[in-house]
């Protein structure tokens, strides 16, 4: 009488096993993709803001500018991308503007804990990412 071998059983085993693990970790593999895909189309938004910040500072008071300082600088402002910035599907957007710079806080709407923040002054600008967001 012939027996057979168990191998063929525990490879089984051994593959339902591998396909379960992997197929648990393509959700998360999805959601981070989604997540850097989100960050992306905010920091463009962003990117916008800080160009037109920018602008604003530098353009005279007469021409309806901020002549050196950026009171008076809101969002939206001159730029069409920003029109729709502020009802945008991915985040909130709350600008904090003084004379001497422009900080914006994104937080993604969908993943409350994931937040871009930009500053904006006369010596440049520097960015902060938190959450799935950070670099």
Known sequence: MK?????PARNLVLVLLFTFLVSSLIPSCRARKEAIAEG???RVYLADVVSAAERYRRRP???????GTYI???IPCDSSVLVHMLANTYATFTPEVSAQRVKVTAV???RG????I????SSGNSWGFLGEFEQ
């Open 3 to 7: 027996t057979r071998s168990p191998v």
């Open 40 to 42: 992306t189309i905010i």
């Open 61 to 67: 008071s007469e021409n309806g500018g901020g002549g």
């Open 72 to 74: 008076g600088f809101t």
């Open 108 to 110: 993604s709407k969908e």
């Open 113 to 116: 804990a994931n937040k871009v």
């Open 118 to 121: 930009v500053e904006v002054d």
